[in-house]
């Protein structure tokens, strides 16, 4: 299965976002809140962690140490609670500015999670003629 669609869902006083339904099988009991370099958060399965952490170990520890310790000190590993939420650190609404409205967006092999503000934002600057030439070579 790939994640698809956008889904628009509110952060709770608790820090609780609702997952899609449709994610929940793919995702399994448990799997990964990774943060991303440009103020987002992205929704790992295990399976995809697990690349992760072996693309990072093929490299010399010089060259990625700095990566490494951003993603695994600020990653979390999540499961649903009995009505199909995930509770996100503070210090994760923090980084991606989640306010209240959260955007969760299929990527294929993962889906992110967006404050509703800087998805629309990330959207707008989307230049459609660059898209347009990049999806004639598929």
């Known amino acids: 299965m790939a994640f698809y669609g956008k889904h628009t869902h509110t952060l709770d006083a608790k820090n609780r976002l609702f997952v899609p339904a449709k994610y929940r099988p ?43 310790r951003f993603i695994f000190s600020n990653s979390i590993d999540v499961t649903f609670d009995s009505h199909g939420r995930i509770m996100l650190s503070a210090e994760l609404v923090a980084y991606a500015h989640i306010k ?7 990527m294929g092999d ?29």
């Open 100 to 106: 209240k409205g959260a955007i969760i967006a299929g």
């Open 26 to 68: 793919e995702l399994g009991e448990t799997f990964y809140i990774v943060p991303r370099l440009d103020s987002h958060l992205a929704i790992y399965t295990q399976e995809k962690w697990d690349k992760l952490i072996e693309k990072l170990n093929s490299y010399p520890d010089a060259k990625v140490e700095g990566l490494r």
């Open 110 to 138: 993962y889906a992110e999670i967006w404050a509703e503000e800087e998805w629309q934002d990330k959207i707008a600057s989307v230049n459609l003629e660059d898209l347009r030439e990049l999806y004639s070579e598929f």
